[in-house]
């Protein structure tokens, strides 16, 4: 767990978010996932474990899929992140984010969007992927209710529903 | 059976969306003005006296809130069934982690730091860790005898068997603690008002636990308590009773303050301060005919229910009335106890003691087969229970189930007959070799169980559960019930009931959120009762509705939603609202005696086989299970891919309790509370879940739904220890089984220095 009270200096950093530059005043080693939900609202992002095992807290960093409990803040300074707010279109889901709707790939819904950031990442890297493939695409990121099964068919089913 | 326009439709989960654009508010996502975060100082021993309790010099701490049980305005306990659990530790402690002091502050960083500047001396006293320890009885922790409660089922003469037996069969089966491991931890906001008293939003399954429990604790009326779900990530029995205690901490400190707190617990704590399912030793005699038919037999079950007795009776309950499993039973003697021991309370965890007593009826069977001689399939099916039969309990089955037709199609669908024989061959002529040039052994398995529906005996009589539903000006209709979601569809199952008892739009129905100030007490969100208990309410209120607006003359029997719609705005236009209420009544007739534990038991059982194909690498020692089949008779299937996610779900985690998931106890705590070193199955971990659905009993609940949630829970473990002994040809008596547990067994066996270097 990063301490941020020890580090007594807060500096301004600029954070591209969904699109949306923002500035913020944090401790520069405050870990991500808090500035994101508590600095920024942004509270779709969530803590399941704190030690980067669980994937709940995955956001994308420019284009690369990362735990926001394990990076400090000022390293995603300067990039882009993806969080889950910043998928729909408006009222307009993505396609995976109404595949995971219809296919049953949300139960609890608490490790939903790092599932739904992961299966982004996945796609975004192999459009058209195997069921092996989603198996180890998504093995950071933990789901106690579903046993992955029907995240599977919403994988599969939004790699379906996309042109490539 | 009637057509049905909604019931049996995989419509949209009614708070999907919000879940899937990160919309969705749990506990963590909301806060208070003004609000302070709260936290536990816990024991670090697991039995002792408090000595002193000394705040170091580092912090101010006129800057804390802090609370000591002194500070309790009731009654210092967690009021459930009994109260002996006290909130906070006065005087002496009783298990590692036991809650003695809470701490409030503005910045939950310097919070942290001030746990650990705490001190507590403590003088230490002896403790007890296992079932054998609490049943010899060298120190006694609890009562007179470290007894919680015993229970004892008698059916027919069993002592008359045993002479006349062919074969008698005897085994030990012992099974470990499993976390829910939930991925929200455990947490609550409390506020509280001088006028208007305590307000609670938490992650939790049972808000009328929680209201109960703080009434006591808080010395309040009733309506000077409110309990308002959040949003919940998870739960499985986890967040049955504890949130009580954390939702009570959060309390205290919230009066003392008077200022909302906030207590989240991160992992670690959640894991080990909090509970699971409880440990279990099962003993099994049973004595067969010639042709392996069962004549009677004894069953010894026990459970470690930690330090306290919190749910431990029911859970006992609940695990010695599947004690049996499917089977026939004419003589039975089924002995039930839970013990205490110094470690934390162990609670509801899915299946509730069914899955232990089922692992040990359903490898005990597989054992009974080898003596008698005949396959685990023949050796189940010349003992399945079927209609007109009596259970353990003497409970008449009256439905038409059919397992020995459900065993063939299971075997059909896992192709069993094939793969067994095949796998026999290679496991003794030329096992494949795996990645690290090992062979790998593989091997069939089955489990046959059952698991009844709803509270035991006269549960749900005492219940006597109240669902409403309220139509509204706008021709909307909402449910009004204290049962939650938590990840199993309650609000979409409950909808769609109400939307086809109401011939309505499923968009037309939405449930309230369960704030015990707006909703009755549907009872907890526990045991299988959901969609059929509750469902059966919320279809008699809603049929309610439509009588009132009937009666009235403002609504025919056939109408569109237009017209309903205007008839709801009429109707609250003259009286102002438009509400039905229904209570749970017990059906006539139905007989249970709660001394001898006898009679129905359940309203109704759901049925299950399933069969586990595993593979043993004997260079690894890991066991995989590579192919699974769930197949279960759960009555109607009011949302097939709801109950499908149920199945995989309660699947996964029944691979998890078999295969990867060891709570590892030092002196009562648990040693790796975090995801790291707790291993729960990943995606890369399970192999497809094939689920598989025969609907042949249809006597309860709305539209004929039985109860689901628990069932999967009950068959995986058994099913992948009688594979892994058939790949193997060992014996395995408990789970879980990680790959040092199979070598050792292995080693014991005499096997491994054939295999462990591949030599020889």
Same mark, same amino acid.
């Given at each position: 767990m990063t301490n941020t009270s020890e580090n007594r200096v807060k500096c301004e950093l600029a954070l591209t978010v969904n699109g949306k530059t923002e500035t913020v005043r944090v401790y520069p080693m405050e870990r991500l996932l808090d500035v994101l939900r508590q600095e920024l609202g942004l509270t779709g992002t969530k803590e399941g474990c704190g030690e980067g095992e669980c994937g709940s807290c995955a956001v994308l960093m420019s284009g690369k899929l990362i735990n926001s409990c394990l990076v400090p803040v000022l390293q995603a300074a300067g990039a882009n992140l993806t969080t889950i707010e910043g998928l729909a279109q408006g009222p307009q889901l993505s396609a995976l984010q109404a595949a995971f709707l219809e296919c049953g790939g949300a139960q609890c819904g608490i490790c939903t969007p790092g599932m739904i950031l992961a299966s982004c990442h996945l796609l975004d890297k192999k459009?058209?992927?195997?069921l092996d493939d989603i198996r180890e695409g998504l093995s950071g990121n933990l789901c106690r209710c579903t046993g992955y099964m029907q995240i599977f068919d919403a994988v599969m089913e939004a790699a379906r529903r996309s042109p490539a | 059976m009637p057509e049905t326009h909604i019931i049996g439709k995989s419509v949209p989960r009614k708070e999907g969306r919000d879940k899937v654009t990160g919309a969705a508010r749990y506990i963590d996502d909301m806060s208070l003005p003004g609000m302070l975060y709260g936290a536990t100082v816990r024991s670090q021993i697991p039995r002792g006296v408090i000595k002193k309790i000394s705040f170091g010099s580092q912090f101010d701490w006129s800057e804390f809130v802090i609370v000591t049980a002194n500070d309790i305005p009731g009654k210092n306990c967690i009021a459930l069934i009994g109260d002996d659990q006290p909130c906070l530790a006065e005087g002496k402690v009783n298990h590692p982690e036991e809650p003695i002091l809470l701490l409030a502050h503005a910045d939950r960083h310097v919070l942290r730091k001030a746990i650990d500047a705490v001190a507590i001396e403590y003088e230490p006293m002896p403790a007890i860790f296992t079932i054998d320890e609490s049943e010899r009885c060298s120190q006694v922790i609890w009562g007179t005898d470290n007894v919680f409660k015993t229970f004892l089922i008698a059916k027919g003469d069993v002592d008359s068997v045993w002479e006349n037996a062919s074969y008698i069969v005897e085994g030990e089966y012992t099974t470990g603690a499993q976390e829910q491991l939930y991925i929200e931890n455990n947490g609550v906001i409390a506020s509280f008002d001088r006028e208007l008293g305590i307000t609670v939003w938490g992650s939790l399954q049972c808000p009328y636990y929680v209201h109960k429990a703080l009434m006591a604790l808080c010395?309040?009326? $009733? &309506?000077k308590v409110r309990v308002v779900q959040a949003e919940t990530g998870g739960a499985f029995g986890g967040k049955e009773d504890y949130p009580s205690m954390i939702a009570g901490h959060a309390s205290l400190l919230a009066m003392k303050s008077g200022r909302p707190v906030k207590i989240v617990y991160d992992r670690l704590e959640d894991m080990t301060a909090t509970t699971k399912r409880h440990p279990s030793r099962t003993h099994h005699r049973t004595a067969l005919s010639k042709e392996g038919e069962i004549l009677g037999g004894e069953i010894n079950f026990t459970i470690d229910g930690g330090a306290y007795a919190t749910l431990s009776s029911v859970v006992l309950s609940r695990g010695i009335i599947h004690a049996g499993g499917p089977y026939y039973w004419p003589n039975v003697r089924i002995r039930g106890k839970a013990v205490a021991t110094n470690a934390p309370p162990h609670g509801a965890f899915r299946g509730f003691g069914a899955p232990q007593s089922l692992f040990a009826m359903e490898r005990h069977m597989d054992r009974i087969a080898q003596v008698v001689g005949l396959s685990p399939a023949e050796i189940r099916r010349r003992n399945f229970l079927k209609p007109g039969q009596t259970t353990t309990t003497e409970q008449t089955i009256r439905e038409e189930i059919d397992l020995g037709k459900l065993l063939d199609r299971a075997l059909e669908l896992s192709d069993y007959p094939a793969k067994k024989a095949r796998f026999a061959r290679q496991n003794d002529t030329g096992p494949v070799n795996g990645p690290i040039g090992g062979p790998i052994k593989r091997g069939m398995g089955i489990a046959a169980f059952l698991h009844g529906a709803g509270f035991t005996g006269s549960g749900e009589r005492y219940l006597a559960s109240v669902v409403g539903v309220e139509g509204c000006a706008d021709g909307t209709v909402r449910i009004l019930v204290s049962s939650t979601e938590f990840g199993q569809g309650t609000n979409t199952v409950l909808c769609q009931i109400a939307a086809e008892a109401l011939d309505l739009p499923y968009d037309y129905v939405a449930i309230a959120q369960a704030d015990t100030n707006q909703v009755p007490n549907s009872g907890p969100t526990v045991a299988s009762r959901t969609a059929m208990v509750v469902g059966t309410l919320v279809r008699s209120a809603a049929i309610g509705i439509r009588q009132t607006l009937t009666g009235a003359g403002s609504l025919t029997d056939s109408y569109s939603p237009e017209e309903f719609r205007a008839a709801c705005r009429l109707h609250i236009a003259k009286r102002g609202e438009l509400r039905s209420y229904a209570r749970y009544e017990a059906p006539e007739g139905v007989f249970w005696d709660d001394e001898k534990?006898? /009679? &129905? $038991?359940?309203a109704t059982f759901a049925w299950a086989i399933y069969v586990a194909e595993v593979a043993v690498d004997l260079s690894t020692y890991s066991a995989r299970v590579e192919d699974f089949v769930a197949l279960q008779e759960v009555g109607k299937v009011l949302h097939p891919i709801l109950a499908k996610g149920q199945i995989a779900g309660g699947v996964a985690q029944g691979i998890g309790f078999a295969l990867y998931e060891k709570v590892v106890w030092q002196n009562g705590r648990m040693q790796n509370g975090q995801m790291t070193n707790y291993i729960m199955p990943t995606s890369a971990d399970l192999p497809q879940i094939r689920v598989f659905f025969e609907e042949m009993g249809?006597?309860? /609940? $709305?539209? /004929?739904a039985k109860g689901i949630g628990e069932l999967p829970m009950d068959g995986p473990a058994p099913a992948i220890v009688n594979a892994i002994e058939d790949a193997l040809g060992t014996r395995f008596d408990t789970v879980p089984l990680l790959p040092e547990d199979i070598f050792e067994a292995v080693c014991a066996d005499g096997m491994a220095d054939r295999t462990i270097d591949g030599k020889r």
């Open positions: 459009p058209k992927p195997t | 010395n309040l009326p $009733a &309506e534990y006898r /009679g &129905e $038991a359940y249809k006597l309860h /609940g $709305a539209y /004929g």
